[in-house]
């Protein structure tokens, strides 16, 4: 069966699309919300999100943060260090007037607090279980076919948004992905540590990879882990005693000895930034739009950005204009310098802190230490990490 909506439609409901949903509404838009999961399927997922303080102001807005603060570690330091190396250098909120610097929660508690502010909307029809199989566009409107309770449908609408970060798009005429495969994999965890980690988050250096501890609780971390996909392999298969040892010993002391682990997960690292041709009332954000190593934890924040920006362009286009390749063009040119910052310093990290040649271990340890002298740097890199700026 076909239907014409006038609404927006949006194919993938996480906290990226659901987040547009709801600035959408509160702003007067309606919107169709089409997501593959059942209903409350991801509220379990404990995986962690590091969200920058502008993401926080951005779900103030919507009114699902005070809700989500009880559950939220607050990052209120952020320590940058090299192994084997001296340098090191500190971002602390009260230096630039900011509450936090960053918090850390699950995924899942996002995704609940959303979906019950989503409920309250009745401008939103959040369709469960339906899987988008055939996404399209042509001059006038874009279409989605989706399965839903074993019948086919199809909607059509001036403007649909993809925010699904796990759907290929090379079935879409006029989307294409360039894509930089790094050879390493990312393992995520979390552990507790001896000692409490006074909402300090953890940036360390080593010769196979970056690690990142979050504080996640009282005295949790969550851990992100990055190295080559055959070291990553041989941690994965450790004993969690044997492990915690590697870790530690990696790591350091500055939170004592590290305690337990749970389940040790991994996958692939890339980098892929989306580059469109001409793909009239359809647009793409978040994950779908581009993918950052999580050396930064930017990649989710931008994502967030998208949807602000997006519905910003949504509510004050005519409904002549909406969809349109201008609307678009002019949408994609706000997003263009936050999204491409955001690759470029991500992978400049990566590169640099993975780069063995000789000499390069002081170099590095000169700037970590260099860095944390110099102030505009460093005001200008907290306002890039809370904002996008």
């Known amino acids: 069966m076909s239907d014409i909506v006038e609404n ?35 509220y379990n997922e404990s995986r962690a999100l590091a969200l920058s303080y502008g993401s926080k102001r951005i779900l103030e807005k919507l009114g699902v943060w005070g809700s989500l603060a009880k559950s939220a570690t607050a990052i209120n330091t952020i320590h940058v260090s090299q192994k084997g190396s001296l340098g090191r250098s500190k971002l602390q909120a009260s230096d630039y007037k900011q ?12 995704s609940e607090a959303l979906d019950v502010e989503l409920a309250n909307q009745s401008l939103v029809n959040f369709v469960f279980e339906a899987s988008a199989e055939h996404i399209a566009h042509i001059s006038t409107h874009a279409s989605v076919t989706y399965a839903y309770q074993g019948e086919s449908h199809t909607l059509n609408s001036r ?37 409490p980690h006074n909402n300090v988050a953890y940036e360390r250096f080593t010769v196979s990879g970056p690690m990142a501890l979050l504080p996640n609780g009282a005295r949790d971390f969550s851990l992100v882990w990055t ?30 000895q590290f305690l337990s682990v749970e389940k040790r997960m991994a996958f692939p690292l890339k980098l892929s930034q989306l580059k469109t041709t001409e793909t009239p009332h359809l647009v793409v954000i978040g994950n779908a739009a581009q993918t ?36 678009l063009a002019d949408y994609r040119a706000s997003r263009q310098s936050d999204t491409k910052n955001g690759l470029l310093f991500t992978d400049f990290l990566v590169n640099i802190f993975s780069n063995e040649i000789v000499g390069i271990n002081g170099l590095r340890s000169a700037g970590l230490g260099l860095f944390d002298l110099i ?15």
């Open 8 to 42: 927006i439609v949006i194919v993938g409901g996480g906290p990226v699309g659901a987040t547009l949903a709801l600035l959408l509404a509160k702003q007067g838009v309606s919107v169709t919300v089409l997501e593959a999961r059942k209903h409350r399927a991801a």
């Open 99 to 110: 509450e936090a610097l960053g918090y850390v929660l699950s995924y899942g508690a996002l």
């Open 159 to 195: 403007l649909v948004v993809l925010a699904d970060g796990g759907r290929s798009l090379d079935e879409i005429a006029g989307l294409v992905k360039e894509t930089k495969e790094y050879g390493h994999d990312a393992l995520i965890s979390k552990i507790s540590a001896e000692l």
């Open 227 to 256: 190295g080559k996909k055959e070291y990553v392999n041989a941690l994965l298969a450790l004993s969690d005693a044997e492990f915690l040892a590697q870790f530690h010993e990696q790591f350091g002391d500055r939170v004592g």
């Open 292 to 327: 950052m190593h999580p050396v930064a934890g930017q990649g989710f924040n931008v994502g967030l950005r998208d949807a602000e920006s997006l519905a910003q362009s949504i509510a004050t286009a005519a409904p002549a204009d909406l969809g349109c390749q201008k609307m």
């Open 375 to 389: 102030k505009p740097i460093k005001q200008h890199l907290v306002s890039k990490m809370s904002y996008g700026k």
